[in-house]
């Protein structure tokens, strides 16, 4: 069966980085978008990037996410990660991994509906 397992999240104070991880198996990852989405407490879960199945397309939520957020992959070790720098108190949610199956190498999408597979979440908590 599939399984995508997040790691990586944690407390951290305001302008600190995470590093999270998302590990998968149980399915062909190359042919697989990866995304990450996350929910706060309240709210509903939002996309935060993907990455396309050969890492040669990435497309974040908006310039805020852009310019702290970097989403890559390691097709050999079919393990996606979100590298989180400056981060804020708004950060602060469960994030899930997800993978969407795509037929183009270069394909993405920012809906959530359009994911095949989630994982069960890692928490991120930034204090002010």
């Known amino acids: 069966q599939v399984q995508l397992v997040e790691s990586g999240g944690g407390l951290v104070q305001a302008g600190g980085s995470l590093r999270l991880s998302c590990a998968a198996s149980g399915l062909t990852f190359n042919t697989y978008a990866m995304g990450w989405f996350r929910q706060a407490p309240g709210k509903e879960r939002e996309f935060v990037a993907v990455i396309s199945p050969n890492g040669g397309s990435t497309y974040y939520a908006d310039s805020s996410v852009e310019d702290r957020f970097t989403i890559s992959r390691d097709n050999a070790k079919s393990t996606v990660y979100l590298q989180m720098n400056s981060l804020k108190p708004e950060d602060t949610a469960v994030y899930y991994c997800?993978?969407?199956?795509?037929?183009?190498?270069?394909?993405?999408?920012?809906?959530?509906?359009?994911?095949?597979?989630w994982g069960q979440g890692t928490q991120v908590t930034v204090s002010s």
């Open positions: 997800a993978a969407h199956f795509v037929v183009q190498p270069m394909g993405v999408s920012y809906q959530s509906f359009e994911y095949d597979y």
